[in-house]
């Protein structure tokens, strides 16, 4: 387990965290969601042990230093930008690899590459942008460690590549005790997998916690109503979070229960009335405007 409490860094007057405190509980995906600048990656360079803080304290695993050699060869770092030598191929990466990680699987490695079609023999210098992402993957996901720290997880990858990918992670979370905490800007790479998610912005959480999990209270509904329909009660219903209309088409999110909702709409006389399930990005923007935060500056 990942304890991180009241962090703090600061590169000259820039203050890139500030007091961050999170919990990642092993055996899941935890997702730092925020836009650039927002802290992410030095979070994780912190927790990888290639940064110091200026205060605070983190625990990993009841240790109090990421940066000792016991620590580090159970932890994975994966920057957005990672860096090889120049000849090298994936081969000769994982041989490199497996002096710093004991359980650095190779035959595990050459399988996954083989069902990439990545050759393990030629130089990574010759690979795709997108092809180096799904190399350092690989081995990130082949190094045995307990941990994986992962910036911009799935930048590069087409779609059909992505899903791959989440399936190998799916894979080696439920074969073994492996912890996974993913840095993006992007919140469909995180929708499907994270468990956990935190949202930083200016080196500050805003929220963190399973927003699945809080967004049960809120849903979203689709209907028809009849020409004419006035619907400015509506604007009046303290569960009403917010409603669309476009001609006899209305969109209303609010909060409450199935039941509580159909209820207040079924006075409109809907010819059509069904719930819509939320996307993440559905359920974090309503939590951030419920915080008073402009969504266009925290999400964008």
Not at 107 to 125: C, Q, T, V, W, Y
Not at 138 to 147: D, Q
Not at 165 to 173: A, D, G, T, V, Y
Not at 251 to 263: M, N
Request: glycine share 8%.
């Amino acid at each position: 387990m990942i304890k991180i409490r009241g962090l703090v860094k600061k590169f000259e007057t820039a203050c890139a965290l500030d007091r961050i405190s999170l919990d990642v509980q092993d055996g899941i995906m935890f997702g730092l969601l925020g836009t650039n600048g927002a802290g992410k990656s030095t979070l994780l360079r912190i927790l990888a042990g290639i940064l110091e803080p200026d205060e605070g304290e983190i625990f990993i695993d009841g240790e109090g230093n990421p940066a000792d050699p016991s620590c580090k060869e159970n932890i994975f770092y994966l920057p957005d930008d990672p860096y090889y030598f120049p000849n090298a191929s994936m081969d000769e990466m994982v041989r490199f690899y497996s002096r710093f990680y004991p359980g650095m699987d190779g035959k595990g490695a050459a399988a996954m590459a083989e069902s990439l079609h990545l050759d393990m023999n030629i130089p990574l210098r010759t690979f795709s942008k997108g092809m180096k992402r799904q190399a350092f993957l690989i081995f990130a996901l082949c190094a045995g460690t307990k941990y994986l720290l992962c910036d911009e997880v799935f930048d590069g990858l087409d779609p059909v590549v992505t899903e791959v990918m989440k399936n190998l992670f799916r894979q080696e979370m439920k074969e073994r005790n492996f912890t996974v905490v993913v840095a993006s800007h992007k919140l469909n790479d995180l929708e499907d997998l994270c468990g956990n998610i935190a949202i930083l912005h200016r080196g500050g959480v805003v929220t963190a916690g399973d927003l699945k999990t809080r967004g049960e209270n809120i849903r979203k509904f689709q209907f028809v109503v009849p020409v004419g329909r006035d619907l400015g009660g509506l604007d009046s219903c303290s569960s009403v979070i917010r409603w669309q209309r476009e001609g006899n088409f209305v969109r209303l999110t609010a909060h409450g229960s199935d039941k509580e909702i159909r209820a207040l709409l079924e006075r409109y006389e809907p010819k059509f009335l069904e719930e819509v399930p939320l996307s993440l990005e559905e359920i974090f923007i309503e939590e951030m405007e419920e915080e008073g935060y402009d969504i266009r500056k925290v999400l964008r």
